[in-house]
């Protein structure tokens, strides 16, 4: 039982949802299972206070997150705290200064005026200190904002109450004087006391009375405040500003965390423990990314293949396919992976990238190649990463991108197997140009032997891209069922065993295939078709008649027709018999689905007309239904086209001598009867596509069947001697 046998009977067992989940499924688990060593952390049996017993590097470049904070702590506590010196208070403490004097002066006018106005006695209250005390207490706690009251003693203010007028002047002066002076300067808190001694020593030269001193004194001294204050929100500010200023404390990969026979100390096995090193405690971190990639890979494929618009079947066989070379691809890019460990210089360059984007562009077509080759990139990153885990390598990215998409864009349309060979020669070149583009834009200090590996190993990328290619493709052509355009290529071949069988029994058919070729395969290139499909398809679509050719009218030559002793019916079931007998005889030579589908197809459920209406005179109940071919009808453009070209070319050849207007009007109707007869009603051909089919069969035929120039009927001489005779 073959491959396609095999999908065959699973897909009746398991729906399509059902079985593409399955291969998506496998095909994810296939992926994290190649790609898992190269990105599984290595981890060490070790303990604390133990002796190393390997020199263990950073695999990877990671911050050191303890050591980040605690250079930002000290960088915070370094920063001094933030002062700001309020130069209004200066003004605003001389002019508190200046209201208490005000008052005093305004308390004392007051009261002058009462005794004035009254015959007053020594016993009279007005003339004691004590209501002069109280009215100037209230003047100062109604319009200040500050509790002097509490913070100035009753002997002071009673001083300046009791002070001549002119000495409140001087002392008022003064005060003010030095108080501004001193304000104007810095003043901390732990400054005060300080600023305040000087104050004293500045007011004592003065020689005031000593009540007034005392009172000048106290008034300073409350006078005087800090006015460099700390700024606690500024100071923050800037302590976050030093955080951040901090870079971060950064393990570096490759850095060597502890060297052979070392002591592992607390820091270092705090460090181990954080590069995930630790067998007790490792790091799932590349295992979940791996997963990720995995996921997006997937993803990739599963959003295109749900947007190609093809059968169910089609597509699964497809994304079979895509697995299969994709995994392919894995394989190898693994094993060439293992043998880094020889030491050889960069033989990661040797990993044949433009395979599977070659096999994967003439199997199916350059979109998905194009898809194939990002996901070998990726992959190649991942698994040629100078065993460093956790890291991957962008350089081996790009000459895998590169040298893909090279395969794809140097893959001629033909794809014989000179052109993929001539395809591998361009491949080798573009990977030898991203060699030296890669080695010489790090500036890299490289010997001639390496150079020369280098070289070696690009050439040798390209080479066997192109031998596995034409090496894999018949196993996936095969395995598929694929039509490739080699595969079609070979079956147009004269030497095909089928096509010398035509050719030997039923050369009249052979002709007329070629014929129908050559017409089918212009029209479908007018329209976008497949042509080389439609021109080896005609090879073959007739074969059935091998089996009874002078049958046929193109093979009866210089003998009578059969036909003319045989029944309708009988003769109809001959010439229906030549299309199931071509789909048997093609389908035992294991031709494609695609040829045999349009030999099943090109007559469609088409009327024999002929023997009909033959049949019809003899019997007048006589059923069409019994005198149309079998089918179904045709499926596909290029069938469609086919079943055209079949009988436009039979309908043509029964013309003597034909004009333009002849060949145009019998094309014409050949086809407006196919509409008639709904025999396109299930392929996607456009009246637009057949009006262009319909003119170049027109060109094609007038090209064959042009008139030719009637020479004279000369008689024959003979020359004699330089004389003509009769």
């Known amino acids: 039982m073959d491959f396609q046998q095999y999908i065959s009977k699973i897909r009746k067992i398991l729906n399509y949802k059902v079985f593409t989940s399955i291969i998506y499924g496998v095909l994810a688990i296939l992926l994290f299972g190649v790609l898992y060593h190269n990105v599984k952390p ?12 390997n020199t263990i590097r950073a695999p990877k470049t990671v911050e050191d997150e303890d050591k980040t904070q605690e250079e930002k702590e000290n960088a915070a506590e370094e920063v001094e705290s933030v002062y700001v010196m309020k130069k209004e208070m200066a003004q605003n403490r001389v002019l508190l200064l200046t209201s208490i004097f005000d008052f005093v002066k305004d308390t004392n006018h007051e009261l002058d005026q009462v005794k004035e106005g009254k015959k007053q006695t020594k016993e009279d209250p007005v003339a004691t200190i004590e209501p002069r005390l109280k009215l100037l207490k209230t003047k100062l706690t109604e319009n200040v904002s500050e509790d002097i009251t509490d913070s100035i003693s009753d002997e002071t203010l009673t001083a300046l109450l009791q ?9 008022k002066e003064t005060l003010i004087s030095n108080v501004e002076q001193l304000m104007n300067e810095r003043i901390r808190e732990e400054q005060l006391a300080k600023m305040k ?41 800037r302590k976050k500003q030093a955080m951040q200023d901090v870079e971060p404390v950064k393990i570096l990969q490759g850095q060597i965390i502890v060297q052979e026979g070392h002591l592992i100390d607390r820091e270092t096995y705090r460090q181990l423990e954080m590069l995930g090193l630790l067998k007790s405690n490792p790091t799932p971190k590349p295992l979940i990314g791996l997963a990720i990639f995995v996921v997006i890979a997937i993803g990739t494929l599963y959003i295109h293949f749900s947007r190609v618009q093809e059968t169910e079947e089609k597509k699964q066989n497809y994304l079979l396919l895509v697995s299969l070379i994709f995994i392919c691809s894995l394989i190898i890019m693994k094993i060439i992976g293992l043998m880094e460990d020889v030491n050889l210089y960069e033989i990661a360059y040797i990993f044949p990238a433009a395979m599977a984007p070659m096999l994967i562009k003439i199997l199916i077509n350059e979109r998905f190649a194009l898809i194939m080759t990002i996901l070998m990139a990726a992959c190649g990153s991942i698994v040629f990463h100078d065993g460093i885990s956790g890291t991957i390598d962008v350089e081996i990215a790009v000459y895998i991108l590169f040298s893909g998409l090279a395969g794809v864009l140097f893959l001629s349309g033909r794809n014989e197997r000179t052109q993929i060979l001539r395809a591998g020669l361009f491949i080798s070149v573009v990977n030898i140009l991203l060699v030296f583009f890669l080695q010489l834009i790090g500036s890299g200090q490289f010997t001639l032997i390496e150079y020369t590996y280098y070289v070696l190993f690009a050439v040798v990328s390209g080479l066997v891209s192109a031998i596995l290619t034409i090496g894999l493709l018949p196993f996936f052509e095969a395995g598929f069922g694929m039509l490739s355009t080699i595969r079609l290529i070979e079956l147009s071949s004269p030497n095909h065993p089928l096509l010398k069988k035509i050719l030997t029994e039923a050369p009249g058919t052979y002709h007329h295939s070629v014929m129908v070729a050559n017409l089918a395969e212009s029209a479908c290139e007018v329209i976008g078709a497949n042509g080389l499909l439609a021109r080896v398809a005609c090879y073959y679509h007739d ?35 030549h299309v199931t007998d071509g789909a048997a005889e093609l389908k035992k030579h294991k031709m494609p689905k695609e040829i045999i589908d349009i030999a099943e197809q090109h007559h469609g459920t088409t009327l024999l007309k002929f023997f009909f209406f033959k049949a019809k005179e003899e019997n007048e109940n006589v059923s069409e239904k019994d005198f149309r071919y079998p089918g179904p009808k045709p499926q596909t453009k290029e069938a469609a086209i086919i079943s055209l070209a079949d009988s436009v070319e039979a309908a043509v050849r029964s013309m003597n001598q034909p004009t333009s207007e002849e060949i145009r009007a019998l094309v014409q ?16 051909l456009t009246l637009k596509e057949i009006e262009l089919v319909n003119k170049t069969f027109c060109e094609i035929l007038n090209g064959i069947f042009h008139s030719r120039i009637e020479y004279p009927d000369f008689k024959q001489k003979k020359v004699v001697n330089g004389n003509a005779t009769n």
């Open 42 to 53: 290595i981890t060490y049996d070790m303990e604390l206070f133990s002796i190393a017993e």
């Open 163 to 171: 002070a001549d007028i002119s000495v409140l002047e001087n002392t």
């Open 197 to 237: 001694e000087r104050f004293v020593d500045q007011m004592k030269t003065a020689k005031f009375p000593a009540s007034v001193e005392e009172a000048a004194l106290q008034l300073g001294q409350y006078a005087i405040v800090p006015n460099d204050l700390f700024d606690a929100e500024l100071t923050e500010e």
């Open 669 to 684: 109707n050949i086809s407006q009867d196919r509409l008639v007869d709904r025999q396109f009603n299930e392929c996607d």
């Open 543 to 577: 074969v059935g008649k091998t089996k009874r050719p002078h049958f046929f009218i193109e093979n009866q030559i210089n003998i009578e027709n059969p036909h003319d002793r045989l029944p309708p019916d009988t003769s109809k079931d001959i010439i229906i018999a």
